[in-house]
């Protein structure tokens, strides 16, 4: 008596590749790096800081993109593209299908997480109350503005420019 068909074949390798996937992903999206004005490390919080008033005079919109990929999509995709390839003919066919599969999947699993590594940035060019010219470049979820006045913050991790206080 058969207990499983070729299909179940199928839908388990499938059925693994979603699993070992999603690990990969889930696993990968566990070191998250910010560079926003309002995300402090555990490390960075309770220091002494400096802060120092001044204008901005220049806002810039940039990219910020993670240094390099860490190789989980490469993997990722290279196993889910394996995995389909399998379901495609047979013999050297199935061969090359499989092949071509990871190949194409390891391809587009480090392009999705070199897009997911990009963030919206902004270079803040702030001249400072005692003369002094500073860019800083951090997210884009603060807003900031031309003529702003803003605050410089230093000296516990990265610098960050936020708005200054209304008075």
Same mark, same amino acid.
Not at 5 to 10: I, L, P, Y
Not at 108 to 134: P, Q, S
């Given at each position: @008596?058969?207990?499983?068909?070729?299909?179940? *074949?199928?839908?388990?390798?499938?059925?693994?590749?979603?699993?070992?996937?999603?690990?990969?992903?889930?696993?990968?999206?566990?070191?998250?790096?910010?560079?926003?004005?309002?995300?402090?490390?555990?490390?960075?919080?309770?220091? &002494? #800081? %400096? @802060?120092? =008033?001044?204008?901005?005079?220049?806002?810039?919109?940039?990219?910020?993109?993670?240094?390099?990929?860490?190789?989980?999509?490469?993997? *990722?995709?290279?196993?889910?593209?394996?995995? @389909?390839?399998?379901?495609?003919?047979?013999?050297?066919?199935?061969?090359?299908?499989?092949?071509?599969?990871?190949?194409?999947? *390891?391809? !587009?699993? &480090?392009?999705?997480?070199?897009?997911?590594?990009?963030?919206?940035?902004?270079?803040?060019? %702030?001249?400072?109350?005692?003369?002094?010219?500073?860019?800083?470049? #951090?997210?884009? &979820?603060?807003?900031? @503005?031309? =003529?702003?006045?803003?605050?410089?913050?230093?000296?516990?991790?990265?610098?960050?420019?936020?708005?200054? !206080? #209304?008075?």
């Amino acid at each position: @008596m058969r207990l499983f068909s070729f299909a179940d *074949a199928r839908l388990g390798r499938l059925a693994l590749a979603s699993v070992a996937l999603t690990s990969i992903v889930l696993v990968s999206g566990c070191a998250k790096p910010s560079a926003s004005a309002n995300v402090y490390t555990y490390n960075q919080v309770q220091r &002494d #800081q %400096v @802060m120092r =008033n001044g204008t901005v005079v220049n806002v810039r919109p940039i990219t910020i993109q993670k240094e390099g990929t860490s190789g989980a999509g490469v993997v *990722a995709g290279g196993a889910v593209g394996g995995v @389909m390839g399998s379901t495609i003919g047979g013999g050297t066919g199935r061969t090359l299908a499989i092949l071509g599969g990871a190949v194409l999947g *390891a391809l !587009a699993g &480090d392009a999705a997480e070199e897009y997911v590594g990009k963030k919206d940035g902004l270079e803040i060019t %702030v001249k400072l109350d005692n003369g002094e010219t500073r860019v800083i470049a #951090q997210e884009a &979820d603060v807003p900031i @503005m031309l =003529n702003q006045r803003v605050q410089v913050i230093s000296g516990a991790g990265p610098t960050r420019v936020v708005p200054a !206080a #209304q008075k």
